[in-house]
């Protein structure tokens, strides 16, 4: 069974930092393009980052950039997100996604992605 599995929520004072892991089992994502996603109570699923297999291109969203980190660890088939100077704009449900292996980062849509992840939730206290 293909599984994508979040760890590393919590809550948190804003300025403080976190690191989400998601941990790939059933096959490999080596070969895939692999995104962050995160949903605040009663919003959409929102775009956060996302990187193509190699990493040659990796693609934040501008509330994000310069203060989240996207990494991928092919060797262990994890996918990481370091967050710092955290914001209570940020609190929300947050998901890692698995989509093609060509894949317009910008597009932002969460339906390019098909195998997602259940979720683990970051709060931050201002």
């Known amino acids: 069974q293909v599984q994508l599995v979040e760890s590393g929520g919590g809550l948190v004072q804003a300025g403080g930092s976190l690191r989400l892991s998601c941990a790939a089992s059933g096959r490999t994502f080596s070969d895939n393009s692999m995104g962050w996603f995160r949903q605040a109570p009663g919003r959409e699923r929102a775009f956060v980052a996302a990187?193509?297999?190699?990493?040659?291109?990796?693609y934040y969203s501008s509330s994000v950039k310069g203060r989240f980190t996207m990494s991928r660890d092919k060797d262990k088939n994890m996918l990481y997100l370091e967050m710092t100077n955290l914001k209570p704009e940020d609190t929300a449900i947050y998901y890692c996604a698995a989509g093609p292996a060509i894949l317009d980062l910008t597009s932002r849509n969460p339906d390019r992605y098909d195998v997602w992840g259940q979720g683990t939730q970051v709060t931050v206290s201002a």
């Open positions: 990187a193509n297999p190699n990493r040659a291109q990796t």
